[in-house]
């Protein structure tokens, strides 16, 4: 599914985020990447993305090559791609039921499909009562799950997650879990960046940690630990 060969990455400033990483994600795996304040992680989340392209090496994804891919092909790799971030990003001047619905209209999917569609992907991540609520009047949890909606409302086959409970408190970080837990039991893989130790630790999915850069850990039912 995602492949990365000894990839690296230097930004303009002449950070190096990353130094010569090998990375294998399988279809349907559920991926913790962890690891301290620059280490990494989020680099690997844009690279999947192709937000940036690598300084070197490869990246595949459904056997596709990341930095061949034509810019006219970025959208298509995109929508197979479920993005959600720590500060949700919604529109707070349109419902839950809009701000999903935005998701699929960027697609041009059909208005018939829209309104088929949103209301189920609501209903799974618990606000299928709140559709026709606007942002403001969610709490943060809520708010994470309408994000979490908007990037599954697609059918993606990768969902990543950048410190998606970073601004929740610990019970509401585990209800957005369950969420994740739900949507890579049907067959997605699920792949979240995340300074949470508690919730690693108590998971025990795979975990890949990364230190100033490069891959320190990579462990089938592993824990946080030992990442820094």
Same mark, same amino acid.
């Given at each position: 599914?995602?492949?990365? !060969?000894?990839?690296?990455?230097?930004?303009? %400033?002449?950070?190096?985020?990353?130094? @010569?990483? +090998?990375?294998?994600?399988?279809?349907?795996?559920?991926?913790?990447?962890? &690891?301290? +304040? &620059?280490?990494?992680?989020?680099?690997?989340?844009?690279?999947?993305?192709?937000?940036?392209?690598?300084?070197?090496?490869?990246?595949?994804? &459904?056997?596709? +090559?990341?930095?061949?891919?034509?810019? &006219?092909?970025?959208?298509?790799?995109?929508? /197979?791609?479920?993005? *959600? !971030?720590?500060?949700?990003?919604?529109?707070? $001047? /349109?419902?839950?039921f809009e701000n999903v619905a935005f998701a699929m209209k960027v697609i041009c999917a059909g208005r018939s499909e829209i309104t088929e569609r949103v209301p189920q992907v609501l209903k799974l991540v618990g606000l299928g009562k709140r559709m026709d609520d606007y942002p403001p009047q969610l709490s943060g949890g809520e708010q994470q799950r309408a994000a979490i909606a908007r990037a599954l409302v697609n059918s993606p086959s990768i969902m990543i997650a $950048? @410190?998606?409970?970073?601004?929740? $408190?610990?019970?509401?970080?585990?209800?957005?879990?369950?969420?994740?837990?739900?949507?890579?039991?049907?067959? =997605? =893989?699920?792949?979240?960046?995340?300074? #949470?130790? @508690?919730?690693?630790? #108590?998971?025990?999915?795979?975990?890949? #940690?990364? %230190?100033?850069? @490069?891959? *320190?850990?990579?462990?089938? /039912?592993?824990?946080?630990?030992? #990442?820094?």
């Amino acid at each position: 599914m995602i492949s990365f !060969f000894n990839v690296s990455k230097i930004y303009p %400033n002449g950070v190096r985020a990353l130094q @010569e990483v +090998s990375l294998q994600i399988d279809k349907g795996e559920f991926v913790f990447i962890v &690891g301290p +304040s &620059g280490a990494g992680k989020s680099t690997i989340v844009k690279l999947i993305f192709r937000e940036e392209l690598p300084t070197k090496g490869q990246i595949y994804i &459904g056997g596709r +090559s990341v930095i061949r891919m034509k810019s &006219g092909e970025v959208p298509a790799l995109r929508r /197979r791609i479920g993005m *959600v !971030f720590q500060d949700f990003r919604l529109l707070p $001047d /349109r419902t839950v039921f809009e701000n999903v619905a935005f998701a699929m209209k960027v697609i041009c999917a059909g208005r018939s499909e829209i309104t088929e569609r949103v209301p189920q992907v609501l209903k799974l991540v618990g606000l299928g009562k709140r559709m026709d609520d606007y942002p403001p009047q969610l709490s943060g949890g809520e708010q994470q799950r309408a994000a979490i909606a908007r990037a599954l409302v697609n059918s993606p086959s990768i969902m990543i997650a $950048d @410190e998606p409970t970073g601004n929740l $408190d610990i019970d509401t970080s585990w209800e957005i879990m369950d969420c994740f837990q739900e949507i890579s039991k049907r067959g =997605t =893989t699920v792949i979240i960046a995340t300074h #949470a130790k @508690e919730i690693v630790d #108590a998971m025990r999915q795979r975990v890949v #940690a990364l %230190n100033c850069g @490069e891959i *320190v850990r990579d462990e089938h /039912r592993g824990v946080y630990a030992n #990442a820094t």
